[in-house]
């Protein structure tokens, strides 16, 4: 079992940047694929990022490619995301989650944070 908990959400400006953190729980961290997803009011959740279980590996979606930076710490068992250039359509809720094993292109992940609002103010 993996309990997650997402962190350094709010609101910024346009053009601004925010990092979020997602702390996990346990201690087999460095077992698990992470990934973050967003979920905006109306729309279905969209992925934004995930890193293999060493973070030498790394996926984003399209519409992050660029701005957002997502990176791990395996001895804080933290996983963050550095989002730049943040534009009004990044408002969602983002979620952290994480699967048992290696980093796949799917979305079939295990467990997942009760997630965190960004809001950009345009």
């Known amino acids: 079992q993996v309990q997650l908990v997402e962190s350094g959400g709010g609101l910024v400006q346009a053009g601004g940047s925010l990092r979020l953190s997602c702390a996990a729980s346990?201690?087999?961290?460095?077992?698990?694929?992470m990934g973050w997803f967003r979920q905006a009011p109306g729309l279905e959740r969209e992925f934004v990022a995930a890193?293999?279980?060493?973070?030498?590996?790394?996926y984003y979606g399209e519409s992050v490619k660029g701005r957002f930076t997502i990176s791990r710490d395996n001895a804080e068992n933290t996983v963050y995301l550095q989002m730049n250039s943040l534009k009004s359509e990044d408002t969602a809720v983002y979620y952290c989650?994480?699967?048992?094993?290696?980093?796949?292109?799917?979305?079939?992940?295990?467990?997942w944070g009760q997630g965190t609002q960004v809001t950009v103010s345009s």
């Open positions: 890193i293999s279980r060493s973070g030498g590996i790394t």
């Open positions: 989650a994480a699967r048992f094993g290696p980093i796949q292109r799917d979305n079939a992940y295990d467990y």
């Open positions: 346990g201690r087999t961290f460095s077992s698990y694929t």
